[in-house]
């Protein structure tokens, strides 16, 4: 029955703050979230960043163990078989880039002549002044480096293994994880966190599996062009491609010059391998990168590129190195968070390129994707 004068419920729900006033709370609000995010996230940065590296590595596995488990393997032996043979994997790469690095610093004072030789004609040459090579500190910066390289290598292990214990968790939960879900939170909200967790699922499990086939082809390539040609180390530059090709745009460019320096200071006077190295690595670098790549991703992860670079801005402030690689897929994430979130689509719109235009699914499309 309805009260004439208006009850108890009726009169509260007409007291309603002002639109612009709720809307700006709520910026401040976020505004205010998001900087008490980025500093835990910098604080704890040790804590997540292998957490954060073992969820990406989940993505890629979690198919395999899945294929393995199908062909009547019980599951913990797919698992731990996969992960032996990622282990394998991994020490014998850390082990040759190890070896490679030793020899590299037995090698450093040769390249240390050489590199100065090369600065003393730039300096002839173009009337630079005579400080500069004090100025720059170019070799001891690159020395201390590779020192400090060698002396982290215990912690780089130490921290793979907390990876592979957090991977090993993942895989072991997976398939609980969804019921969970379905368990702690009921009716449209499980509809609508099923669908955003299935498209941030396969969306950054495209991702990071073309990521990791096409820097793997681009290592090789430049691992065999660098063999053929003479350069030295051609192992530890087919790894440093492989690693580079994660970071967007900046990668690749910065891999191509480092090279070429490298090439340069090792083959000066003669320039035919100079050239065909710098070639070789431009070249990989660009058919790969701007043909293979996009076929294989194509526009699925439709991230501005302008968002990209601040994506890499905002992740290499927070977490320094391990930032840059893991800045897109992270981003990726945000974006469709945003774009599942009423009152954050505007946020999703604006991180993406503006050229895409996704395709609307009826809601008897949608409801098959959450059972």
């Known amino acids: 029955?309805?009260?004439?004068?208006?009850?108890?419920?009726?009169?509260?729900?007409?007291?309603?703050?002002?639109?612009?006033?709720?809307?700006?709370?709520?910026?401040?609000?976020?505004?205010?979230?998001?900087?008490?995010?980025?500093?835990?996230?910098?604080?704890?940065?040790?804590?997540?960043i292998p957490f954060v590296i073992a969820v990406l590595l989940s993505f890629v596995f979690a198919p395999v163990v899945s294929f393995l488990v199908n062909r009547k393997v019980p599951r913990f032996i797919a698992i731990t078989f996969v992960l032996l043979i990622f282990l394998a994997f991994g020490f014998l790469i850390?082990?040759?880039?190890?070896?490679?690095?030793?020899?590299?610093?037995?090698?450093?004072?040769?390249?240390?002549?050489?590199?100065?030789?090369?600065?003393?004609?730039?300096?002839?040459?173009?009337?630079?002044?005579?400080?500069?090579?004090?100025?720059?500190?170019?070799?001891?910066?690159?020395g201390n480096t590779l020192l400090s390289f060698s002396g982290n290598f215990m912690s780089f292990a130490s921290g793979f293994m907390v990876v592979m214990i957090f991977l090993l968790f993942l895989l072991m939960e997976k398939p609980y994880t969804r019921r969970k879900l379905t368990m702690a939170v009921r009716?449209?909200?499980?509809?609508?966190?099923?669908?955003?967790?299935?498209?941030?699922?396969?969306?950054?499990?495209?991702?990071?599996?073309?990521?990791?086939?096409?820097?793997?082809?681009?290592?090789?390539?430049?691992?065999?062009?660098?063999?053929?040609?003479?350069?030295?180390?051609?192992?530890?530059?087919?790894?440093?491609?492989?690693?580079?090709?994660?970071?967007?745009?900046?990668?690749?460019?910065?891999?191509?010059?480092?090279?070429?320096?490298?090439?340069?200071?090792?083959?000066?006077?003669?320039?035919?391998p100079i050239i065909a190295a710098f070639a070789s690595m431009a070249s990989a670098q660009f058919v790969i990168g701007n043909v293979i790549d996009p076929k294989m991703l194509g526009d699925r992860l439709n991230l501005s590129p302008v968002i990209i670079l601040l994506?890499?801005?905002?992740?290499?402030?927070?977490?320094?190195?391990?930032?840059?690689?893991?800045?897109?897929?992270?981003?990726?994430?945000?974006?469709?968070?945003?774009?599942?979130?009423?009152?954050?689509?505007?946020?999703g719109i604006l991180m993406g390129t503006g050229n895409f235009k996704p395709k609307r699914k009826q809601p008897s499309e949608e409801a098959p994707q959450s059972e």
């Open 187 to 272: 009716d449209e909200t499980t509809r609508r966190l099923s669908r955003v967790l299935l498209h941030i699922t396969s969306q950054i499990g495209r991702y990071v599996a073309v990521k990791l086939f096409v820097s793997s082809l681009t290592a090789v390539v430049i691992y065999i062009a660098f063999s053929i040609i003479g350069v030295d180390f051609p192992f530890v530059w087919g790894v440093l491609t492989f690693l580079f090709n994660f970071i967007p745009s900046i990668g690749s460019v910065a891999i191509t010059f480092i090279s070429g320096v490298f090439a340069l200071v090792q083959f000066l006077p003669d320039w035919n």
């Open 311 to 347: 994506s890499l801005l905002l992740w290499g402030w927070l977490w320094g190195t391990a930032g840059l690689f893991l800045a897109v897929p992270l981003t990726v994430a945000i974006k469709i968070v945003f774009e599942n979130i009423p009152g954050l689509e505007a946020f």
């Open 94 to 142: 850390a082990l040759i880039i190890y070896s490679s690095f030793q020899s590299l610093l037995r090698e450093f004072p040769t390249y240390q002549a050489r590199f100065s030789r090369l600065l003393q004609d730039l300096i002839t040459r173009f009337n630079l002044p005579a400080d500069i090579t004090s100025q720059l500190q170019v070799t001891r910066t690159i």
């Open 1 to 48: 029955m309805s009260d004439p004068t208006g009850s108890p419920l009726q009169r509260v729900r007409q007291l309603r703050l002002p639109t612009g006033f709720t809307r700006a709370t709520t910026v401040y609000l976020f505004v205010i979230a998001l900087v008490a995010v980025g500093a835990v996230l910098r604080l704890t940065g040790s804590i997540f």
